[in-house]
T-cell receptor, first 110, second 115 residues
Framework: KQEVTQIPAALSVPEGENLVLNCSFT??????LQWFRQDPGKGLTSLLL?????REQTSGRLNASLDKSSGRSTLYIAASQPGDSATYLC?????????FGAGTTVTVRA | EAGVTQFPSHSVIEKGQTVTLRCDPI?????LYWYRRVMGKEIKFLLH????????ESGMPNNRFLAERTGGTYSTLKVQPAELEDSGVYFC?????????????FGPGTRLTVL
């Protein structure tokens, strides 16, 4: 059974600081890993998808790395802005289903 | 291209009542998934359709939950009778092919409150 852990559970940083969000998973036989963003009361917005054969993906200020063998992924957000405040979820895919972590709630202070 | 849509966005019902949630996947997506997040817990997988067939319903909590996907287009998830612990956010997702590398696209979710 896949277990996904996200550390820290919450993070508060001043605007401009870089964010580092961690995700670990117990079963390394994954097909891909997705990072999502969820705003309060809203749905899930996909940020980055990393296939199991890839080491990293980048989109604008976001960069996600994947170390499948050690069961870890890290999401980096450069030069954080107040608009980055949200909950960030990591999800790994085994077979056809996604297993989610509990999320990291980020607050960026202006 | 329209994304995954879900209806209603919110539903408040009394314990013992029935509720039906609807999901319209992205057009042409054969794969449809239901997930839910109950208070304080992670988002959990409920079931997976390929076209109109249930491929995996291992995450369905009990027989009060019934999912259908007639014609392989939209899907409904019925809860009957609803219990307090069913409160949460129900998400639907779809993906184009049955390949395991496909990205899943999520809808906005239905927030269900059982009083």
């Amino acid at each position: 059974k896949q277990e996904v852990t996200q550390i820290p559970a919450a993070l508060s940083v001043p605007e401009g600081e870089n964010l580092v969000l961690n995700c670990s998973f117990t079963d390394s036989a994954i097909y891909n890993l997705q990072w999502f963003r969820q705003d309060p009361g809203k749905g899930l917005t996909s940020l980055l998808l990393i296939q199991s054969s890839q080491r990293e993906q980048t989109s604008g200020r976001l960069n996600a790395s994947l170390d499948k063998s050690s069961g870890r992924s890290t999401l980096y957000i450069a030069a954080s802005q107040p608009g980055d405040s949200a909950t960030y979820l990591c999800a790994v895919k085994n077979d056809y289903k996604l297993s989610f972590g509990a999320g990291t709630t980020v607050t960026v202070r202006a | 291209e329209a994304g995954v849509t879900q209806f209603p966005s919110h539903s408040v019902i009394e314990k013992g009542q029935t509720v039906t949630l609807r999901c319209d996947p992205i057009s042409g997506h054969d794969n449809l998934y239901w997930y839910r997040r109950v208070m304080g817990k992670e988002i959990k997988f409920l079931l997976h359709f390929v076209k109109e067939s249930k491929q995996d319903e291992s995450g369905m909590p009990n027989n009060r939950f019934l999912a259908e996907r007639t014609g392989g287009t939209y899907s409904t998830l019925k809860v009957q009778p609803a219990e307090l612990e069913d409160s949460g956010v129900y998400f639907c997702a779809s993906s184009p092919r049955t390949g395991t590398f496909d990205e899943q696209f999520f809808g906005p979710g239905t927030r269900l409150t059982v009083l």
